[in-house]
């Protein structure tokens, strides 16, 4: 008798109603959309994270417009602009100095750990809404070879445009 058990449970097996094998479906495609969801809400919570700390965010300063060659004593005149999500800084400028302060300088990089001794004062200190562009100017009295850089502070962050030179005639 215990084989025709077996064999009468294996015939039901074979041949489940219609219904039994569409729940086994929608099981199947419940638990895929299931582990969609959980991918979604993993990767809309490490957005939301990164939004709310600031990981992430990079801001871009860039020289717009700046002098190549420029008389002794006369004004130079500098434009840039400072991108990035929209916040407030309290000052930008463009450093200034006769030595130059090579390659790429990263956001730990502090004003003071360059070789630059001069700044354009317009924008040194107040309150900022950037995205913005600014236009500054320095009046230039030694002649020489002079390397600058636009810099913004953002954050605890140093932001730094390429290096340019100008000469003072």
């Known amino acids: ?6 064999e009468k449970k294996e015939e039901k097996a074979e041949h489940k109603p219609e219904h039994e ?3 086994e479906s929608n099981f199947s495609k419940s638990k895929y959309l299931l582990i969609a969801g959980a991918v979604i809400l993993v990767v809309a919570l490490w957005m939301g994270f990164k939004m709310i700390t600031g990981m992430g965010v990079q801001y871009l300063v860039t020289l717009v417009d700046g002098p190549k060659e420029v008389v ?3 004004i ?3 434009t840039w ?18 030595a130059s302060t090579p390659g790429t300088l990263d956001t730990k990089i502090k004003p003071s750990e360059t070789t ?13 809404a950037i995205p913005l562009q600014f236009v500054g100017n320095i009046k230039m009295e030694n002649p020489g070879t002079y390397y600058y850089r636009v810099y913004a502070p953002v954050g605890e962050k140093n932001y730094w445009s390429d290096e340019y030179s100008f000469e003072v005639k």
């Open 116 to 128: 630059y001794t001069q700044f354009v004062p317009d924008f040194a200190s107040g309150k900022y």
């Open 76 to 78: 130079t005149t500098f």
């Open 81 to 98: 602009r400072v991108d990035g999500t929209p916040t407030t800084i309290n000052m930008t400028t463009v450093y200034i100095g006769t």
């Open 72 to 74: 002794a004593g006369s």
């Open 1 to 6: 008798m215990d084989e025709e058990e077996k």
């Open 21 to 23: 094998n569409r729940e």
